[in-house]
T-cell receptor
Framework: EAGVAQSPRYKIIEKRQSVAFWCNPI?????LYWYQQILGQGPKLLIQ????????DSQLPKDRFSAERLKGVDSTLKIQPAKLEDSAVYLC???????????????FGPGTRLTVL | DAKTTQPNSMESNEEEPVHLPCNHS???????IHWYRQLPSQGPEYVIH???SNVNNRMASLAIAEDRKSSTLILHRATLRDAAVYYC??????????????FGKGTLLTVNP
């Protein structure tokens, strides 16, 4: 079974530029997550989709970050304009169902490392 | 969100058992205890989870205190490939954003050859 795919793996931009990340979840997974991981910290949830609807975007800086999941499959995360503090690894994860009892494992992609100069 | 407390770092020798502690004194009755780990330059991966009883799988064992205020992830024989950051996470079941995983800083496990 193919895992969560993300691209690009690395991106370097200057501040005030825009950038977009792409994620393709595991086939059939209804729930998709975007996390931001700053060096030395654990991942922080930015947004959670259930199919193509947003479940939680409480920690998404909406003045500069946007995300969409068209047709309930792959997703893009955009930053416009980027700031120095956006330098981080952006992780995408997917899970078969939203939640409930038991394992409800999230499967993570390899991440995109963003450097803002 | 209920919080967990873990040591910043731990060290082990190869082929020895490792006990990674986690305190979660404010855990609610419906919170599951999940463990994920993150190998260098990779995304986190699921290790194990439990509610009240101790759990075993091919990767590790999870020992949960009777009062559920603490738990311990046990790697029975550490290998160099187990060097990673280990996260202890409480996950609710009551719906919506309670299903989400809230990561702390975790415990950086170093395994010495």
């Amino acid at each position: 079974e193919a895992g969560v795919a993300q691209s690009p793996r690395y991106k370097i931009i200057e501040k005030r530029q825009s950038v977009a990340f792409w994620c393709n979840p595991i086939s059939g997974h209804a729930t998709l997550y975007w996390y931001q991981q700053i060096l030395g910290q654990g991942p922080k949830l930015l947004i959670q989709f259930q199919n193509n609807g947003v479940v939680d975007d409480s920690q998404l800086p909406k003045d500069r970050f946007s995300a969409e999941r068209l047709k309930g499959v792959d997703s893009t995360l955009k930053i416009q304009p980027a700031k120095l503090e956006d330098s981080a690894v952006y992780l995408c994860a997917s899970s078969p169902i939203q939640g409930g009892f038991g394992r409800n494992e999230q499967f993570f992609g390899p991440g995109t490392r963003l450097t803002v100069l | 969100d209920a919080k967990t407390t873990q040591p910043n770092s731990m060290e082990s020798n190869e082929e020895e058992p490792v006990h990674l502690p986690c305190n979660h004194s404010t855990i609610s009755g419906t919170d599951y205890i999940h463990w994920y780990r993150q190998l260098p330059s990779q995304g986190p991966e699921y290790v194990i989870h439990g509610l009240t009883s101790n759990v075993n799988n091919r990767m590790a064992s999870l020992a949960i205190a009777e009062d559920r205020k603490s738990s311990t992830l046990i790697l029975h024989r550490a290998t160099l490939r187990d060097a990673a950051v280990y996260y202890c996470i409480l996950r609710g079941i009551s719906g919506g954003s309670n299903y989400k995983l809230t990561f702390g800083k975790g415990t950086l496990l170093t395994v010495n050859p």
